[in-house]
């Protein structure tokens, strides 16, 4: 570590440590032109980075980034961040070296409130053009197994009872859209960076839907004027704890909320924008009418394989996803399930075929330098395993496809939210829905049948017969013998 550690703030930026790259614009001109719900690590080493790029070349001026959240501990990270400034120290972590860089494209967090008043307000300023999301695959009130909205949701019915003073992010968009029409500001583009397939259709539907509970005419204003792009995006970002605050010492800057990065980034839009949009491409994004195809290798070979490792890491007591990748079981079981299950079910896109993309995937999750978590990548399991897994396996199912190591992962999935591992320690609650899940998975022990009557995560999946018998001879073995033992039993097939 050095020596002498420079606070971050727009006053340092002249006195950034050596090998330490920072804005080369002038942040005072840089004008809003996004507003961002749900400001994480992601965001802030993906689109923000990319509008970085684009302000270090002399461009995008006018689309400065305000973040916003809903969620009372939204208000920390406002805190954190207005303290430096707005700046973000961005670490790459890569086997041939680490390196920092000084981001400053975001200029400003709007106070979090219980009635959204002040993210209403600044979301109906006529200079904001896109209002841009990461709430988690599971925020956008869609039913796990049907995709509909779901209109009985509390905050739902809360919203729809409020629309003047709403709970939800949604709902805080379409009070602002109102004032926006009323005024004859114009719309503004929902842009969705979460990683669910088709994700600006869903945001479209769950905003539109949202809003003709309590104004239909305002809903067609919505769905007719606004645009709800769909995109892929891809950087893995663990979260910030002790270490990286350390790390970012060792650079000789003092920064409350650094992110930590791998050295890879992938942006794939949709050309939709109705008031305007930054050009992304000259930083790297990629504009196209094929994003469901991009999506769709990323989602199930990328995200899926993620729920694939952290679930056996849990129970196993491997902490890093890099540490799974190093086990002798784990990493197998990924790279099999990936080549002779998952690759079969997706299209190749340009510039990359499936089986290179699980190469690919393959080098990125076994980075050791990128200190990802098992636990935040097993986080909300009821969201991705329906999102990104079951998907690949009802496809293999319906083209009479393997489905061996699939049905596995489901198997070790029930035995993770048992809330033991495998010598002996308890796992911490991990899904917004893991009491039910707790629950039926104690049950599932003596009665595997059970785990799978939740439709309302597998739908009618429990009625076909390969998947079923395979799921739950597995989750027998499992609980008979261990997870390395179904693991051993897979392999060796």
């Known amino acids: 570590m050095l020596d002498a550690v420079l606070k971050l703030s727009n006053a340092a930026l002249g006195d950034l440590p050596e090998g330490v790259t920072g804005p080369r614009y002038d942040r005072s001109a840089i004008r809003p032109g996004i507003v961002h719900i749900g400001l994480g690590n992601f965001h802030r080493a993906h689109q923000a980075w990319y509008l970085h790029r684009l302000m270090q070349q002399g461009d995008a001026m006018d689309w400065g980034i305000i973040g916003a959240g809903v969620r009372a501990g939204d208000e920390a990270q406002r805190k954190r961040l207005a303290a430096q400034d707005y700046l973000t120290t961005l670490i790459e972590l890569d086997p041939a070296g680490r390196s920092a860089e000084v981001t400053g494209a975001m200029i400003g967090f709007v106070p979090v409130e219980e009635n959204n008043a002040a993210l209403i307000a600044q979301m109906a300023d006529p200079d904001i053009r896109i209002v841009a999301l990461t709430v988690t695959e599971g925020g956008y009130y869609i039913d796990p197994v049907t995709k509909a909205f779901d209109a009985n949701h ?142 769709a290798v990323k989602l199930r070979i990328l995200n899926g394989g993620h729920q694939l490792i952290a679930d056996a890491g849990e129970v196993l007591s491997v902490e890093f996803i890099a540490d799974c990748m190093a086990h002798p079981l784990i990493g197998d079981y990924f790279r099999k399930v990936a080549k002779s299950e998952v690759a079969l079910q997706v299209q190749p896109v340009p510039g990359m075929a499936p089986l290179d993309y699980v190469d690919l995937i393959d080098r990125r999750f076994s980075n050791p330098e990128i200190i990802d ?20 396996l009802r496809d293999a199912l319906a083209n009479g496809a393997p489905v061996e190591g699939l049905a596995l992962s489901q198997a070790i999935w029930a035995r993770m939210c048992e809330g033991t591992r495998q010598d002996g320690s308890s796992i911490a609650p991990n899904d917004p829905i893991w009491d039910s899940l707790n629950a039926v998975a104690k049950t599932a022990r003596t009665d595997p049948g059970a785990w799978l009557a939740q439709r309302d995560l597998y739908g009618d999946l429990a009625e076909n017969a390969v998947f079923r018998e395979s799921f739950e001879r597995q989750l027998t073995l499992i609980w008979g013998e261990g997870v390395e033992a179904a693991l051993r039993e897979y392999l060796r097939d």
């Open 154 to 295: 509390p905050d739902i019915v809360y919203d729809a009872a409020h629309p003047d003073a709403p709970r939800s992010a949604f709902g805080a968009m379409i009070a602002a859209l109102r004032l926006r029409r009323d005024a004859g500001t114009g719309p503004f583009t929902g842009q969705s960076c979460d990683n669910l397939q088709g994700n600006g259709a869903i945001l479209r539907q769950t905003v539109v839907s949202l809003a003709r509970l309590s104004d239909p005419d305002l809903a067609d204003w919505i769905d007719a004027s606004c645009t709800f792009p769909d995109a892929m995006v891809d950087c893995i970002v663990p979260a910030t704890g002790p270490k990286e605050l350390e790390l970012v010492k060792s650079f000789g800057i003092e920064d409350a909320a650094p992110v930590t990065h791998e050295n890879f980034r992938q942006w794939v839009i949709e050309d939709d924008f109705c008031a305007g949009r930054p050009d992304w491409d000259k930083a790297g994004a990629t504009f196209t009418d094929n994003v469901h195809g991009f999506e």
């Open 373 to 392: 978590t098992v636990r935040r990548v097993a986080f909300d399991g009821s969201s991705r395993q329906t999102g990104f897994v079951l998907p690949t």
